[in-house]
């Protein structure tokens, strides 16, 4: 595993050495620097139909690619309360958090700051009644399509995860 980290964060020092995976250390000060796995909470909500709720990004990584809403866990919450914020976020779609249950756990990837750092997506499933008319964030979401799961998988996937957790969908 590379290093995203250029200098020690109590010190200053620039000499980060490796000690192990996943773990770097600098060797002015001692001070242990780790690299491991967000978690995120991602939403697979259908419609009365079962159609999937699809977002095409807006924004980096995977500007203009597909993903299912979604996001990193705030302190404090559980997965599916990130879950729930991040549809209404999203989407603006308000579903309460008992409304998701968990589907799958899938390791991911995400660049951000000139680093693929590694995430741990929690994924959950939700209904909700006819089909809810959205408001997409500008900032985060540029279109938001309602699809037939297997129609979902013939789009392009900005994460891997994703589309694992839609095949996932189907096979249940
Ligand atoms: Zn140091």
Same mark, same amino acid.
């Given at each position: 595993?590379?290093?995203? !980290?250029?200098?020690?964060?109590?010190?200053?020092?620039?000499?980060? =050495?490796?000690? &192990?995976?996943?773990?770097?250390?600098? &060797?002015?000060? &001692? !001070? =242990?620097?780790?690299?491991?796995p967000f978690p995120a909470a991602v939403a697979l909500v259908r419609d009365a139909t079962g159609r999937l709720l699809v977002c095409r990004r807006a924004h980096e990584p995977g500007l203009g690619r597909w993903s299912l809403p979604g996001g990193v866990i705030e302190p404090g919450e559980t997965g599916e309360q990130a879950a729930a914020r991040e549809v209404a976020e999203e989407t603006g779609l308000e579903l309460a958090p008992q409304e998701f249950r968990h589907q799958a756990t899938l390791p991911n990837e995400y660049w951000f700051q000139d680093y693929l750092w590694p995430t741990l997506d929690l994924f959950y499933t939700a209904r909700v009644e006819g089909t809810p008319t959205t408001r997409p964030d500008p900032a985060e979401v540029a279109e938001i399509v309602w699809l037939p799961p297997d129609q979902a998988l013939a789009l392009d996937f900005a994460f891997e995860s994703n589309r694992r957790a839609v095949e996932r969908l189907l096979a249940d």
């Open positions: 595993m590379t290093n995203p !980290y250029r200098h020690c964060s109590r010190c200053g020092g620039s000499e980060l =050495r490796a000690a &192990g995976e996943r773990e770097f250390v600098c &060797g002015a000060c &001692g !001070y =242990r620097h780790f690299v491991t």
